[in-house]
């Protein structure tokens, strides 16, 4: 298959863990072992930074029992970093490819991963080493450019579906006002998939509000008084990422840490989540308000995946090395979707800079027209991504004959 | 069986709502349907406030199908109430209950909920209504007295373990110090379940803090700044309920909610994982804090729970109909363990005054000298409750060879 360079294959993760991201590092480690003309098999621990460290490990001395529980084990079985290589390290990063003949490189990760992986592939090409250098997609906010979907969503969005599904009942049995803030810093794919969670009509989420769209006081707490007077509770569904007219982030005037690709921190706190209770609580006359903040379980929480997820995860790490092998390339796998209502994939291999730097963002047909919702063509969309959800008993509730 | 005193039976559910609350209502009702001398089976909406209400549903109508999902789906089927009835509240109450000859009555609940039925129990005995009245426990806060542990801590119990599971995994991906934040008012339970996540002796949580011991400024940094140069990394889960040396939650000052129990609010805002946060931002050198509280979820998840909670949450359903049944008492059906090394429960119907009112915290022997881990003890007490856990799988991080 394909030409013969022969070296040796570097795999690092990066960027936010997902609970499959190491069925992408399993798949890839799986697949190398297959074809002689990759040799040694070196883990970089910690993204690019194990290789600047030289903290590198030897993956052929994994068994495939161990490489099995770890594809089916949540976050990042190699580490992870959040860091763009400047130039002084990628001159370092470089060294350290040469120093150990590697020459396939399979970075998994988001569009900064990318973005990492092409500025390395420039940086090969400047001093003519050949150098292939893969990025697999990987990320629960569902931004990557290119992409239908990418793997990490589907689970993640099943977790927000089952949070948001169980809240839903807990606000039927003791109503009031629940704000429930899900990650997504500027993409409202996940905050859209509570959506998955209604079973009736009546159940909430009753709101979402997008990252997309912008945020103003006044429109919450009319939608709000609205959904509140209908339902007798409400239950709301906000995305992390929610803006004002200017596109500033609502929680970043509150939240200061920020990283080397300029991404400002904005999980991990519950600021925002009290910000709009407070607001529910000044403006209408509810009693009972509360805030929870999903936070890392939606990307973390062992044994909640989507199969579909978890497959098409594996594969993106099995072709990205298949690319690899094949001829003189460099790219990132994207997933396509095929046309037709039975729902399947295909995938193809994209320039990096395609992915890199840039993120989509939900398309306009997935909001509906007041900003406060989903539309059919999204829970279309993301339904066979999440996969199956827990069955959800109702009592009928017939009313008891009076007594006089 | 026993007696003959023949009537309606109503059942209602109260508090804060668990995973398993509606095993204990289907144990109930399937087991009254056994019994000829119960006619009418009443479920009254929103615990007694459905009884004051009039809002009442006919529990005869429902099929075993629906019953058999509701089982197993998460919060209050019938709806929940905070509401400790007032002597005029309970006027109201006991002329719905003649009017409706409601001879046999089920509350399912915590404490508060116990001390509503002991409530109404004297009210009957007052006016000579002849009437049995029976307690179901229920509580995550695994708080009741009389009891080795109560339905719903099992399933929350294995909720947070698998959170803290991921959570670890997440911390070891991107490494910094983590803060969850569990429920529990006054009782450690739940946050001492978070040691159930470890798997390895180095997996975290590292920390833990319980209501029952006083939270200070200075042992917690200290445990932190230990913790942190020890892994790395610091994984750190402490109970909402967390209390200075008076006695007053650390939360409370930032929170104002009280219901009709005189119970604070603590649950549904992140600012307590905020406010730790910053202590270690402001007292430690360490770039990346982040605190995720994890709310509701540890109660309304739907699809996780522990087989063992679900089983015995029927069970006690079941049993308070059929002591009921069997003569003139009252009381809450308690759960307790029998001693050998193999796990198994007994019940025993304990008077109703018992359990209402006063709550139950940690044994000291569950608690570290250092009041910031659990002990050997605890696990074995909590292992068998929250029953089995994921699979998790590491690497084996073979050093790769190094090169010249």
Chains 1, 2 share one sequence.
């Not at 007798?232 to 200061?256: H, M, N, P, Q, T």
Request: aromatic share 8%; with cysteine; net charge positive.
């Amino acid at each position: 298959m394909g030409d013969k360079l022969k070296g040796n294959m570097m795999i690092a993760q990066s960027g936010g863990p997902t609970v499959v991201i190491n069925q992408s590092l399993v798949g890839a480690i799986t697949e190398a072992r297959k074809h002689g003309q990759i040799k040694n098999i070196y883990g970089s621990l910690n993204g690019i930074k194990g290789v600047m460290d030289e903290k590198l490990v030897d993956l052929r001395k994994e068994t495939a029992g161990t490489l099995n529980r770890v594809a089916f084990t949540p976050c990042a079985a190699l580490g992870s970093v959040r860091k763009k290589p400047g130039a002084q390290d990628c001159e370092i990063i470089l060294r350290m490819l040469q120093k150990y003949d590697i020459r396939y490189f399979f970075y998994i990760g988001g569009n900064d991963s990318a973005e990492t992986a092409n500025i390395l592939k420039e940086s090969a090409k400047e001093v003519n080493y050949e150098f292939r250098c893969f990025h697999i997609p990987k990320t629960i906010d569902n931004d990557l450019l290119e992409n239908d979907h990418t793997p990490g969503y589907g689970s993640a969005a099943k977790f927000v579906a089952m949070a948001v599904m169980g809240d839903n009942l807990d606000n039927m049995s003791l109503p009031g006002v629940k704000i429930d803030i899900i990650m997504g810093r500027h993409a409202g794919f996940l905050v859209a998939a509570s959506a998955l969670a209604r079973v009736r009509e009546t159940d909430g989420p009753h709101l979402i509000y997008f990252p997309e769209k912008p945020f103003t006081k006044e429109q919450f707490v009319r939608d709000v008084e609205n959904a509140y007077s209908k339902h007798g509770r409400c239950l709301i569904a906000v995305s992390e990422g929610i803006a004002d007219e200017k596109g500033e982030a609502i929680a970043s005037k509150f939240i200061k840490e920020v990283d080397t690709h300029g991404n400002i921190q904005l999980s991990g706190s519950g600021v925002l989540g009290d910000l709009l209770s407070d607001m529910v609580r000044q403006e209408l006359k509810v009693s009972r308000v509360r805030a929870d903040t999903f936070g890392y379980l939606q990307r973390s929480f062992p044994g909640i995946f989507s199969d579909v997820d978890a497959k098409e995860a594996c594969e993106v790490g099995r072709l990205a090395v298949r690319y690899a092998i094949s001829g003189n390339m460099n790219g990132s796998v994207s997933v396509k979707r095929k046309s037709g209502k039975k729902y399947g994939v295909y995938f193809e291999l994209v320039p990096l800079e395609k992915v890199a730097r840039n993120t989509r963002s939900m398309p306009e047909r997935f909001i509906n027209k007041q900003c406060n919702d989903v539309t059919v063509d999204f829970i279309n969309y993301a339904k066979p991504l999440a996969g199956k959800l827990p069955d959800i008993g109702f009592l009928k509730y017939r009313p008891a004959m009076r007594r006089e």
